[in-house]
């Protein structure tokens, strides 16, 4: 079965500073997506940017950027610029395409942003 | 507009009852999912279903059932075999390869 790894429970930025969140994941497909969402106190979950585990070109959305290594199984995230906005949990998400389209999620970090 | 429709939001069950927590889209999504989030924790998936009346069990089936007898709905009954049904309960669905998931707004569930 799929797992879904984050590592840092709680981390912590400057406002207008870079940080990054990091993911593992273990599987034995080559079909797959992985994605980064973000849950704010309200709960609702907020697609926050995806890769295609077929595309060598990492995922970039405005100021959202990730790292992708497949051969290690990694996909961080890096938030630039970071802004009070962006406070919330977030959780790294794994879906294959072979085994049911079954999605998995890693046990969230979450981000303080400090003024 | 299309979106994922849970109910209700607030729910109180008794020891030793049955509930079940509704999900409906409009979507037009094949495949539709069932989570539990406890505080400040990630979310642990129960079912899911690719296609009507085709559902698996996730990692925490236990003390739950489904049923998919319609493509836009996929209702989850929390039934007193949970030992500790007292979470936040997350929908959502999806229609395939390369398109984006999507989730309701979510059921809290206390035993009282």
């Known amino acids: 079965a799929q797992t879904v790894t984050q590592s840092q429970p709680e981390m912590s930025v400057q406002e207008a500073e870079t940080v990054t969140l990091s993911c593992t994941y273990d599987?034995?497909?080559?079909?797959?997506?992985l994605f980064w969402y973000k849950q704010p106190p309200s709960r609702q979950m907020i697609l926050v940017i995806r890769q295609e585990a077929y595309k060598q070109q990492n995922a970039t959305e405005n100021r959202f950027s990730v790292n992708f290594q497949k051969a290690a199984k990694s996909f961080s995230l890096k938030i630039s610029d970071s802004q009070l906005g962006d406070a919330a949990m977030y959780f790294c998400?794994?879906?294959?395409?072979?085994?049911?389209?079954?999605?998995?999620f890693g046990e969230g970090t979450q981000l303080t942003v400090n003024p | 507009d299309g979106g994922i429709t849970q109910s209700p939001k607030y729910l109180f069950r008794k020891e030793g009852q049955n509930v079940t927590l509704s999900c409906e889209q409009n979507?037009?999504?094949?495949?539709m999912y069932w989570y539990r989030q406890d505080p400040g924790q990630g979310l642990r998936l129960i079912y899911y279903s690719q296609i009507v009346n085709d559902f698996q069990k996730g990692d925490i089936a236990e003390g739950y059932s489904v049923s998919r007898e319609k493509k836009e709905s996929f209702p989850l009954t929390v039934t007193s075999a949970q030992k500790n049904p007292t979470a936040f309960y997350l929908c959502a669905s999806y229609r395939g390869p390369g398109n984006t998931i999507y989730f309701g707004e979510g059921s809290w569930l206390t035993v009282v």
């Open positions: 998400a794994y879906r294959s395409e072979t085994s049911g389209s079954r999605l998995t």
């Open positions: 599987t034995s497909e080559s079909d797959y997506y």
């Open positions: 979507l037009n999504h094949d495949a």
